[in-house]
């Protein structure tokens, strides 16, 4: 059950893309039963005056992580395709702050905070805590996670509401090792 929030708190999820979910180019295995606990969260962050943040992979057509170029992916979220698209189970408010990352086509950003101006806009608003979920734990979930450690949040990871690609088996559990490594609050379902 989500805790509940206030304003001094970000609600941060990560990269819930059509992509990343069932029958996307880079399916996340078993990513969709993520979106109800993700709703729940949202609702608490509503609730509570809490920010909100949606990040987005948002990648050109020849971006250099797609296996064409030698990148280790399949070509995935490429901007204003469907693929790119929020899953339409994710239930985001109007007020959501919407980050696209990994936007230049020479350089993978896997943290919601590169590039996206994110801790200047949660030190603006006064956020202490960040609570982190979404896709993909392994990837961006746990860049964001150590990101948002090293620019001193108390950080707290959803972990039903996130799941891994695991392209090799053992990183999400390796994943989330180095995340309470890094101080993070592993929150259990
Ligand atoms: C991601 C692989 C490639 C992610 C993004 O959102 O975790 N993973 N691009
Ligand atoms: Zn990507």
Not at 76 to 83: F, L, N, R, V
Not at 164 to 179: T, Y
């Amino acid at each position: 059950m989500p805790t509940t929030l206030s304003p001094s708190d970000a609600l941060i999820v990560v990269d819930v893309q059509n992509d990343f979910c069932a029958g996307g180019a880079l399916a996340v295995p078993e990513a969709n039963p993520i979106l109800p606990e993700l709703n729940r969260w949202i609702e608490s962050a509503e609730r509570g005056g809490a920010v909100i943040v949606a990040s987005r992979d948002w990648h050109p057509p020849d971006h250099m992580s797609f296996r064409e170029r030698g990148g280790p992916w399949p070509p995935h979220c490429i901007q204003d395709t469907e693929g790119a698209a929020f899953h339409s189970g994710l239930r985001l408010p109007p007020g959501a702050v919407v980050l696209s990352k990994g936007t230049d086509p020479e350089r993978e950003t896997y943290s919601a905070f590169d590039g996206t101006g994110l801790t200047e806009r949660l030190h603006a608003a006064g956020v202490r805590r960040v609570w982190v979920g979404g896709l993909a734990l392994d990837y961006c979930v746990k860049a964001t996670v150590l990101d948002a450690r090293r620019e001193e949040f108390e950080t707290h990871l959803i972990e039903p509401a996130t799941r891994p690609v695991e392209a090799k088996a053992g990183d999400g559990d390796r994943a989330l090792e180095a995340m309470r490594i890094a101080g993070a609050i592993i929150e259990h379902p």
